[in-house]
């Protein structure tokens, strides 16, 4: 029996308690034997996400019988003694706000910097031709190639072992040629940078190769490039050579992504997708995979200078509707951090397919990158399926994921107000609105109501895919704000003028609705009246890890309303061949609601 799986698992830091009573009840063990083995195998190092890391987490946002689209946030650290190899884009340095990489911590801690990045000249070099440094610097540096020092300008000594270092002003360009440039060469150009002295008031290595060739330059390490570097401390022997550097940390970037279909030997990469996360210095980091197969186990694991941490697992959807399929849902997640922990591992244990989520997901109100972290910690130690598999996720926008957290149905802000949640979600170019299908049986659509897009904008768009989806026999609608909520705030009224007709004429399965803090089921309704037939039923209201709220005593008096209780809550939904299974299920699993609906549209074998 492979243990590996179960120590992931419970050796992280949050939900260890309940991922180790879910692997027991798995496997048989008790949970005495499971921390018997925890205590005993922890000090081995478990493989996870280094602590400057979150997530990583699932997102389906285009066709999920073929892709997946992985994301994790990388915290960004003042540099400072013992720090660790970062990446960023040349020039590197302070005082002249010209760098591209500001070293903030640099002045009065350390006078050294290095960095280091892998080359190829090109094959269309001529023979004879000359790599060359561009350079501008303050006040000194040491260049390597592949391991050999091959130019110094301005210091004695190397390393933490300098002695004088002569002051130089890095006011023009400046060229030297570092050896030949052979067609299709491959290597390691590192350099060490030094000032003058810890309280110089600026420091500058901005460096660029090429190869001259006729008296003509030719880029091999553009200007501007990214490269690696280590500020605020010593770097380990061989750091500028091929061999001390190691395979996969050669090209200079903090992370590798490489996957795998589970039980296959070879291991595939995928290029990663890099931005700032939000208005911080933090980074989002993204692996988009496409061309998988339906109904298909994978691993994957981020590599980091080197260092593979994972694997983790996802699960591609399959290609045909499979009777009894699940998948849960709901919003306003995080109130607090024990809330949204215990509400994640229920959802895992549900074992669904995917989750839909609908808003307010880090409460971070467009401007608290630590709520998002927790948030990505939480679902990635959490949201776990019994047999390790992570969870994937379908996401809309809330008003909590923007500032000002207002909802404003004819004035919305742009998306420029959610900065954390468009940096870290992919398919977001052109707003939140979005449909998901899988395959011809089922299709998801999610609407922006009224946060970073108004609501009659959406009118149109919405229109147009829910009729170009009448031949799919299953289709649900998320959003965040409620327009049939249960009293405890005012309905959404343009959403009922705008939206509901549509989704009356198109025959959508259920409307899943959030923000109130609350659970509600309506009954089958059309234009607000209970029409068992041709009713729509929306179901909510975003309670998934939040304090509740009371509902009012009159409720009943909505008549549209079938139930509605102030409960934590995620909705699971089963996906049979002739009807839905809708069930409101709290944390520790109790079932207090349920209802069935027939499946609206035909189709002989439900696609």
């Known amino acids: 029996m ?48 280094h602590a400057s890391e979150y997530g990583p987490i699932c997102e389906w946002h285009e066709d999920p019988t073929t892709t997946m689209s992985i994301h994790w946030v990388a915290a960004s650290n003042d540099e400072r003694p013992g720090g660790e190899w970062k990446l ?14 500001v070293l903030k911590a640099m002045r009065g801690k350390y006078r050294s910097v290095y960095i280091r990045r892998a080359y190829e000249v090109p094959a269309k070099a001529p023979r004879g031709a000359e790599l060359t440094v561009g350079i ?35 006011e023009v360009w400046e060229y030297f040629k570092i050896g030949p440039a052979n067609p299709g060469q491959k290597g390691v150009i590192a350099i060490e940078g030094h000032n003058e002295n810890i309280d110089s008031s600026d420091f500058t290595l901005r460096p660029r190769i090429d190869y001259r060739a006729k008296g003509k330059l030719y880029p091999v390490i553009r200007e501007g490039a990214s490269w690696a570097y280590l500020a605020g401390g010593a770097p380990g022997a061989g750091w500028a050579s091929i061999g001390g550097i190691g395979g996969d940390e050669v090209a200079a970037t903090r992370y590798k992504f490489s996957y795998r279909k589970k039980g296959e030997r070879e291991w595939s990469s995928a290029r990663i997708r890099e931005r700032k996360f939000g208005k911080t210095e933090d980074l989002a980091f993204s692996a988009d995979l496409r061309d998988l197969k339906p109904a298909s186990r994978y691993e994957f694991q981020i590599i980091r200078w080197g260092r593979p941490m994972g694997p983790w ?56 990158g630590g709520r998002w972290r927790d948030w990505l ?23 909590h994921e923007v500032k000002g957290y207002q909802y404003r149905p004819k004035n ?25 299908d899988f395959g011809n ?43 049939w909520g249960t009293g405890v705030k005012g309905d959404a009224t343009d959403i009922r003028k705008e939206w509901s ?97 027939p499946l609206r549209r035909g189709g002989a074998d439900n696609r």
């Open 88 to 101: 960023g884009a040349a020039g590197f340095g302070y005082g002249d706000d010209d760098d591209q990489t």
């Open 313 to 368: 697992e996802f699960e591609t959807a399959p290609a045909r509707f499979q009777d009894g399929m699940t998948f849960v849902t709901g919003g306003d997640m995080y109130g607090t951090r024990a809330w949204l922990d215990a509400m994640n591992l229920r959802a895992g244990k549900e074992d669904p397919l995917f989750a839909l989520l609908g808003g307010d997901l880090a409460y971070a109100n467009g401007s608290n």
């Open 501 to 597: 007709p549509l989704f009356e004429q198109f025959k959508v399965d259920c409307v899943f609705e959030n923000d109130h803090h609350t659970y509600k089921r309506t009954h089958p309704i059309v234009g607000g009246e209970r029409s068992d037939k041709d009713g729509i039923l929306y179901m909510g209201d975003g309670s998934w890890g939040v304090k509740t709220r009371n509902i009012p005593k009159d409720w009943k008096k909505r008549t549209y309303l079938a139930e509605a209780q102030a409960l934590r809550h995620l909705i699971k939904v089963t996906l049979k061949k002739d009807e839905f299974l809708y069930e409101g299920m709290t944390e520790d699993g109790k079932i207090f609601d349920k209802t069935t609906r």
């Open 441 to 483: 049986y089922l299709s998801l659509v999610g609407v922006d109501s009224g946060h970073t897009a108004n609501i009659a904008a959406q009118t149109q768009w919405l229109g147009r895919v829910l009729g170009n989806r009448l031949g799919i026999p299953r289709q649900f609608v998320c959003y965040h704000r409620p327009a």
């Open 2 to 49: 492979e243990f590996r799986i179960i120590f992931e698992l419970v050796a992280l830091d949050h939900c260890q308690r309940g991922l180790a009573s879910r692997q027991s009840e798995n496997l048989n063990f008790p949970d005495a034997v499971i921390r018997s083995l925890l205590l005993l195998f922890l000090p081995w190092g478990i493989s996870a996400l």
């Open 136 to 170: 501008r610097y303050d006040d000194a540096f040491i260049l390597y190639r592949d391991g050999k020092e091959v130019l110094r300008k301005g210091v004695e000594g190397a390393g933490a072992s300098i002695g004088k270092v002569k002051k130089h002003e890095a």
């Open 412 to 436: 919305a802000p742009g998306r420029e107000d959610a900065p954390f949640f468009y940096s870290l979600f992919s398919g977001k170019s052109e707003g939140a609105n979005f449909t998901v």
């Open 377 to 399: 910690e939480s679902w990635n130690n959490c949201a776990v399926a019994p047999d390790g598999r992570l969870i994937p996720m379908v996401v809309a926008i809330g008003n």
